[in-house]
């Protein structure tokens, strides 16, 4: 995973399962996630597909400078 700290590119290495996926629905007001990249979703408010994962545990390192 990489991030920026105090003006520094840092990287936190992970680890954890693999993901299980289920399909799902939503119903979005607002979708702000997407604006500043051009993923070609036509209505960000009604995607085509909708995945939803109750999660896993993440081992993470401290972070270091890259």
């Given at each position: 995973m990489?991030?920026?700290h105090r003006g520094n590119l840092?990287?936190?290495y992970?680890?954890?399962e693999p993901w299980k996926f289920g399909t799902?629905?939503?119903k979005l007001e607002?979708?702000?996630l997407t604006d500043e990249f051009d993923l070609g979703?036509?209505?960000v408010?009604?995607?085509?597909?909708v995945h939803v994962s109750e999660g896993v545990y993440v081992k993470t390192w401290?972070?270091?400078v890259v």
């Open positions: 990489y991030t920026t840092c990287i936190a992970t680890h954890h799902g629905e939503v607002s979708n702000t979703i036509s209505n408010l009604m995607p085509d597909l401290s972070t270091e």
